[in-house]
């Protein structure tokens, strides 16, 4: 049976975030697009700078997403004080984070690059876009935690105007400073980099001159924030570390496939990027469902309707299954249209065909997976199981099954990366056994 007020809030919830989603998504396919025009070596390495940034949103997607089991569950309490504490947590570990991963770009680009390719043109280029993009990565978690804590209070409306905002002006200044239009010079794939340094520095200001203007909850001065004591912090580190960790070694188990897609060739790099850009497309729908359940599964708990979740889990991967089966078979039928797109040589291009199929088979299982992971797991405070459970899988069978793929059989792109899905199974059973044990409900906000 469908839950009609479950229905309408999850709606009210998702739309916002499907937008801010969609929005980033089609900024990275533009992207990608303009840079694909300069040819396979700029592609690459565009990509390859870009695994530093994947790596510290996860982290920092991992700090926020662990922050906002807190804050979802106080909403729901209506306890607006530890919420604020909460907010600056978050942004402490943020900004820490942050100054770690900009160093490392800035200073130290190469011992960055050196672990996903040999080839010198692709780090050279590299060096030079995260030695300009690097300044964005003290910011980006600063407005990140913003948007996490935001929509764990509902206000998923104000994330999405100001992330879209950054991702129209990122798109404009990438078109104008890639091919020297609208009287800005040429400047190929440095141009990209400018593009997004300036745009990450717009949004950063803007969120907060947002979130004060329009007196949000979080509105209040920053030494507000910072009242928590060490019982405080305690409790939220022991729920917002495992996440973290989780999310950081799931980034460097990420980073260690497109370190073994890259040895394979520099067709596979490029091949592996237009997947990853079309992949984050597909999954704009399926986020934006996974995260608004997660919103009200955390709410339902914190005001003590733990039996409430339960039901919204049920339809939520009902919701989540219908929508893979059509999207993938959308995506299986419409490869060949979408590698046509791409200024890519003949064996790139085929990479990229049978990626998408690959990717359109196994669709439903990595979104089902990752709305229990996240919505389920998550908002219920099971954090350490989540750990155990995404990063135990992806290392035990997903890193060994590409390893063997590529460097003693020796496939294609296509083959390890289905390999490599191997792990989504091994995942599936055991967040179903979890679910059935109703151990994964932990109210993290009862007195």
Known sequence: MWNKIFLKDLFKLSLPIMLQSLFAVLGSIITTLMTGQLGDVPLAAAGLANQMYFILSLAQFGIGSGSSIFTAQYWGKNDKESIYKVMGVCLMLGILIGLVFMSVAVFIPQIFLDIFTSDQEVIGLGIKVLKIVGFSFLLTPITNSYYMVLRSTGNVRLPMVVSSSSVIMNSILGYALIFGKLGAPALGVMGAAYANLIARMLEFALILWMVYYLKTPLAVKPSHMITFDKVFLKKILDRVLPVTMNELLWAVGISAYSAIYAHINTESIAAMNIRASIEDLMFVPFLGVTHACAIIIGNAIGSGSEEK???????????????????????????????????????????????????????????????????????????????????????????????LGAFVFKLPVYYVYALAMLDEGVKFFLFIWRYRSNRWIHNLVHD
Do not use: C, E, K
């Not at 339960?310 to 590698?339: C, E, P, T």
């Not at 065909?353 to 299982?365: C, K, M």
């Open 309 to 403: 979740s339960h039901s919204y889990i049920r339809q939520g991967v009902r919701i989540i299954f219908i929508m893979a089966v059509g999207l993938g078979s959308l995506l299986v039928f419409g490869r060949n249209f979408i590698a046509s797109l791409y200024n890519i040589t003949d064996l790139t291009a085929l990479y990229t065909r049978n990626l998408l199929f690959v990717l359109g088979i196994f669709l439903w299982l990595r979104t089902v997976n990752t709305f229990y992971f996240i919505a389920m797991l998550r908002s219920g405070g099971d954090t350490r199981f989540a750990y155990f459970a995404d990063v135990g899988s992806m290392w035990l069978v997903g890193v060994p099954s590409a390893l």
